[in-house]
């Protein structure tokens, strides 16, 4: 077992399908102690449990029936909230002994639509058994009877289990590989040294840099529908909308999702385009952790900058009145971005002076302690 990829997630190796199907004999060994000598029904929940209630039955060497109902509660990689009832419940179950198969009971919200759907018949009694019980995050009032493992909080697929209906089909079960998930926006005026600490902290943290304007130029070099329209946008001296740039990162993000993270530079620029963010990461179920701002000494700066200008030959490095417009920019759109942030707990200012293994180790503290 190794690392797998649906979609735009990663998955990493959880359960073998050995130790699945001995789960499943167990989950069928309690039940069998318990009803061997009657005929009860079996009700499977689907889709999940699909394969659960296959090897199940393989495992059940008594006289039973098996139905199924179908109810959903989940999109990607989050449950909705609302429970649909899609399949329901099977005829002739009065006077039966029924015991729900499920593949998994995280919340308790699909089996509090079952008990409602069982409330209303008059069946002998209904029990509840699942293979997968994330015991930790149940917050159901109804006790689980039989449960095969219980496992952590974590997004699992396979062996019935899907994301956005991939990955069902495997014979084992595979956890998301985004433990150390760690998402920064960084910042720093021009020559603070972004683009060197980002290289570093990419490195340390198994991160993505994702410069905007290398985002911008890759595209539009490459001729890529996104570059195409940004530039139409450019040619005509417009700014490029949000909408656009977001696509661009959106992109990027996808194309890297063995990545641990992403260090956002160059994005967000104002309030609207960090409102922006945090939706499309919310939609991705990932978060920024933390914006992290260099901070240094304008004269400092001023110097580096000039000193970098020699080199560079860059002719906004030699002019300090250039250098200084730059500055009362940055400050002029990054307060309202830092009082953002700082509304989200999030921001963190970190002291831009001193040789670069310094300031790595200060990010690396802020960082850490995430």
Request: net charge negative; with cysteine.
């Amino acid at each position: 077992m190794g690392l797998i990829k649906l979609q735009d997630k990663t998955f990493k190796p959880f359960l073998s399908e050995e130790q699945i199907l001995a789960a499943v004999k167990s989950v069928a060994d309690k039940i069998a102690a318990d009803y061997k000598d009657q005929n009860p029904i079996f009700v499977g929940v689907l889709n999940g449990s699909f394969m659960f209630v296959s090897d199940f039955l393989k495992a059940y060497d008594f006289p039973c029936e098996v139905s199924f109902v179908k109810l959903s509660s989940y999109q990607g990689l989050t449950s909705t909230g609302i429970v649909e009832t899609l399949l329901d419940l099977p005829e002739n179950i009065e006077g039966r002994s029924v015991i729900i198969l499920e593949d998994i009971i995280d919340t308790g919200r699909t089996l509090k639509e079952l008990i409602h759907l069982f409330s209303r018949t008059n069946v002998k009694e209904f029990k509840i058994a699942t293979l997968f019980y994330k015991s930790s995050v149940y917050r159901g009032e109804y006790p689980i009877d039989y449960f095969g493992l219980d496992i952590p909080d974590k997004f699992i697929v396979g062996y019935g289990l899907d994301y956005n209906e991939q990955g069902r089909n495997l014979k084992e079960v595979y956890q998301l590989n985004q433990t150390t998930m760690i998402n920064l926006v960084l910042f720093g005026k021009p020559g603070a040294g972004k683009g060197t600490q980002a290289e570093f902290l990419k490195e340390k943290y198994n991160l993505k840099h994702i410069s905007t304007g290398d985002v911008f130029r890759f595209n539009i070099k490459n001729g890529t529908e996104l570059g195409t329209l940004a530039k139409s946008y450019i040619d005509k001296g417009e700014l490029v909308p949000d909408e656009v740039t977001i696509n661009m990162l959106q992109a990027e993000v996808e194309k890297n999702p063995e990545v641990a993270g992403f260090i956002f530079d160059g994005f967000p620029r104002t309030t609207a385009q960090a409102e922006a963010l945090d939706a499309f990461l919310e939609s991705k179920d990932m978060t920024i952790n933390a914006t992290v701002a260099l901070e240094a000494n304008d004269e400092v700066l001023i110097q580096r900058l000039l000193e970098r200008g020699k080199v560079s030959g860059r002719s906004d490095d030699q002019d300090e009145n250039k250098i200084r417009n730059r500055f009362d920019e940055y400050n002029l759109k990054t307060a309202p971005l830092k009082e953002f942030y700082e509304g989200q707990s999030k921001f963190y200012s970190v002291n831009g002076i001193g040789s670069i293994a310094e300031i790595t180790e200060r990010l690396a503290g802020v960082i850490d302690n995430l």
